[in-house]
């Protein structure tokens, strides 16, 4: 089942905290969520994302598409939203 950030968010605010920021993309484009550990990968297109805000480098390569899932306080919160969607959770909780 193909998923946008809208559908995404609608499902989220019911149960956490949860702002909507960055780029809009409302076609059904993308994938599962996958957990990014930060482990210096590229974003790939298309791809939802869950992260800690704290796992997010600065310098990470974001392909067109991506929609990120970001748990807790991230300092690069401005800089990701110039370059994807962004649903952010700004309170920690355990996202595995």
Do not use: W
């Not at 960055?22 to 790939?44: D, I, M, Q, S, V």
């Not at 704290?54 to 807790?72: E, M, Q, R, T, Y």
């Amino acid at each position: 089942m193909k998923l946008n950030a809208d559908i995404v968010y609608d499902y989220l605010k019911d149960s956490l905290n949860v702002e909507l920021k960055g780029r809009k993309c409302t076609g059904l484009h993308l994938e599962r969520p996958l957990f990014y550990l930060g482990n210096g990968a590229p974003f790939e297109e298309n791809q939802l994302y869950v992260v800690r805000g704290d796992k997010i480098n600065a310098s990470a390569h974001i392909k067109p598409g991506v929609v990120l899932v970001v748990v807790g306080p991230c300092l690069q919160l401005a800089f990701l939203a110039n370059r994807c969607t962004i649903l952010h959770a700004p309170s920690t909780t355990d996202v595995f």
